[in-house]
């Protein structure tokens, strides 16, 4: 240690990634089977995932087919997520241009395909195909973690900040909680873009955050979790204020369907949103432990029937949690929220690279 | 909450549309951008498939199309008593679900203009067809009214819990196998008082007239009527909208909801342009069809009038 160093400013000790990334996919715990032309089908899960190393970070993204309007929109969300640029895409004329670069492969793709069933034919070229995308660039640099996110259509985005061990929601996208009431804005290869529904943002993370993205459906049940961890009478702060007001309204008076799933959560008797925040860390295990929980919160009415998308970034770049291993003080401190299980970076194929 | 169960394939919805095959709808209604002139039954016949082929469309998936709705079709006036009027593969049946409907059309192909990422492109799709105009002989409104009865009984029967059925009737005039029109009201609220569990049978109304007099649509009260006995008599007969229903109108047509407590599914002296939209907002429920735009695309894209009146064969 340099002379005059304290040791919180002590350089950390080099570390594979300052975070830690789960993520899993799963179909709605209530799927569609039926029969087409003389075969059982299962409706596939329509969402779609990405986590990819970058040189100095990560991007993370998640695009949610929207199966009634268009065709080939799992396929056209999994296009999305796979070209998905190393640099953020923070405009609407970005945004436009990099689907430029591989729409109309795409679209001619698809039309091939369909070209045997002419109805199906005519409803993509009229309709296109449709789907969200919420994606975020992390980078850190000198133990500092910016994040840039862009939002189109309604898959949510929330940066969690953790304070005495409570996670506290610093930025949500969307920023009300109708949105989850109404019909989406999409991504469809045959619209340009629109400038009003372009969403984007950037943060500096303090030293312990959790970042999540996730199609509507669970996205909806952890802000609802959240939300009801704060107590019916809770006022709220910053980002929390409107969510809770709104939250409020709805649960006295709204007939929507989040509404209604609003009025059945109940928060936990302790721990707070923590404790649900650890649930889902340790659900993302494994696929089969993701789509149990998945189950479980639908049957109690706890979440709507959908695909169930979520990506779990937890950052921690505080050189007080690697100095605690061997200091006395910090071992009575709370155990570590990140801790259990251990770092990694589990989607369901290994992070692959991107160059910029 | 009525009218609020979604429509699955364990619960599908069912549509019957009612279609008026008298002489007079052999009458002009239209005009094409040509100015070639589409008659009733042309431009009924017309939108009629587009409407089967939009909800055939909501139905597609990529893997094939979901059985959520059954389908009817019951002319009146092609013999002196309703028949339904299924052809081809179709034929002689009443109720099919919308999987059978899909496979069941006859193919045309059309070069349309659409756009794509900003700029108007040519391209050659399907349309898909099942009804054919037809305008031949009387008026037997009363009984489609109790043929659809009896359909949608046993329907219900099948269906206690689904999305109550729509029943949409075209008409351009009035009934001619009546005494009086208490007969004819009658026989309507007695297909209205068929319900499930999730409420009564939706009855809308749609007199067509094409002569340029201002159209009515979805009115709230019968003082926005003229004072034709027929049109507050089919205000009568035709039902109240669903809330889901009322909020679609009140948004497409800039109408606050707050004054429209109570809106009809009607239409009267109805135009090109408010036939399309009764049909449009009258087969509009719980598949979560955006709302925005949809009437303007209906209308606008491969608009029904570029189909020339001699392009149909009777």
């Known amino acids: ?356 | 909450m009525v009218y609020s169960q979604d429509i699955s394939r364990d619960s599908p919805g069912a549509f019957i549309f009612l279609v008026d095959q008298s002489m007079s709808m052999n009458k002009p209604f239209t005009h094409n951008p040509a100015g070639q002139p589409i008659r009733r039954a042309a431009f009924v016949a017309n939108a009629l498939n587009k409407t089967l082929e939009e909800l055939v469309g909501r139905c597609m998936r990529d893997d094939g199309v979901r059985d959520y709705f059954e389908i009817g079709i019951i002319g009146y006036g092609k013999t002196g008593r309703p028949t339904f009027c299924w052809e081809d593969g179709l034929a002689g049946r009443r109720m099919v679900r919308i999987s059978e409907v899909a496979a069941n059309a006859r193919m045309e192909e059309q070069e349309i203009e659409t756009t794509v990422r900003g700029e108007v492109v040519k391209e050659i799709v399907t349309l898909s067809r099942w009804v054919r105009p037809a305008a031949y002989d009387s008026t037997p409104m009363k009984a489609a009214f109790l043929m659809a009865h009896a359909t949608l009984e046993e329907w219900i029967y099948n269906h206690p819990t689904s999305f109550p059925p729509i029943v949409i009737n075209i008409t351009d005039g009035m009934a001619n196998d009546v005494d009086s029109d208490e007969e004819l009201l009658a026989a309507a609220r007695r297909l209205t008082t068929l319900k499930t569990t999730d409420g009564n049978v939706l009855l809308f109304n749609c007199h067509i007239e094409g002569s340029g007099q201002q159209p009515v649509i979805f009115p709230r009260s019968s003082v926005q009527l003229p004072a034709d006995p027929y049109a507050k008599l089919l205000f009568e007969m035709s039902s109240e909208l669903s809330p889901r229903q009322r909020a679609v109108v009140c948004e497409l047509f800039d109408r606050d909801l707050n004054t429209n407590p109570s809106i009809r599914g009607m239409a009267y002296n109805a135009d090109a342009v408010a036939l399309v939209k009764l049909l449009d907002i009258g087969t509009r429920q719980a598949l979560n069809a955006p709302v925005e735009a949809a009437v303007e695309s209906f209308v606008s894209e491969d608009p029904a009038p570029a189909v020339a009146d001699d392009a149909w064969a009777d």
């Open chain 1, 1 to 356: 240690m340099e002379e005059g160093m304290t040791v919180s400013e002590a350089a950390p000790p080099a570390r594979a990634a300052p975070w830690a990334i789960r993520a899993r996919s799963v179909a709605k715990p209530k799927n569609d089977v039926f029969g087409s032309e003389g075969q059982v089908v299962v409706r596939p899960n329509e969402d779609r995932f990405r986590v990819a190393d970058l040189d100095d970070g990560v991007v993370a993204a998640v695009s949610d087919g929207a199966g009634s309007s268009g065709l080939y929109c799992g396929a056209w969300a999994q296009t999305l997520v796979e070209n998905l640029p190393g640099t953020p895409i923070d405009s609407r004329d970005v945004l436009d241009r990099w689907m430029g670069g591989f729409w109309k492969g795409f679209a001619d793709d698809m039309k091939r395909q369909a070209a045997a069933t002419p109805a199906r034919h005519s409803k993509l070229v009229r309709e296109g195909s449709c789907a969200t995308l919420t994606a975020c660039w992390l980078r850190t640099v000198d133990d500092v973690t910016n994040l840039h996110w862009i939002g189109y259509g309604d898959s949510p985005l929330c940066v969690f900040e953790w304070h005495d061990d409570q996670p506290v929601l610093t930025a949500c996208y969307p920023k009300s909680l109708t949105q989850f009431d109404a019909a989406p804005y999409l991504l469809n290869w045959k619209d340009l873009p629109q400038e009003a529904h372009v969403h984007v943002g950037t943060a500096t993370l303090p030293p312990r955050a959790t970042v999540i993205i996730a199609s509507d459906g669970i996205g909806q049940y952890l802000l609802l979790r959240f939300l009801s961890s704060l107590g019916p009478d809770a006022v709220g702060d910053g980002v929390s204020r409107g969510l809770q007001q709104e939250l409020r309204r709805m649960m006295q008076s709204s007939e929507s369907k989040l509404g209604e799933t609003a009025r059945q959560h109940t928060p936990h008797s302790n721990g707070g949103f923590a404790v649900d925040l650890a649930e889902l860390r340790s659900a993302l295990d494994s696929d089969e432990t993701f789509a149990e929980m998945v189950r479980d919160w639908y049957e109690r009415g706890l979440m709507v029937n959908d695909d169930a998308t979520v990506i779990m970034i937890d950052v921690d770049t505080s050189p007080v949690v690697v100095e605690a291993a061997s200091d006395e003080i910090a071992c009575e401190a709370p155990p570590d929220p990140f801790a259990a299980p251990p770092v990694d970076t589990s989607c369901s194929d290994p992070p692959d690279e991107i160059s910029e």
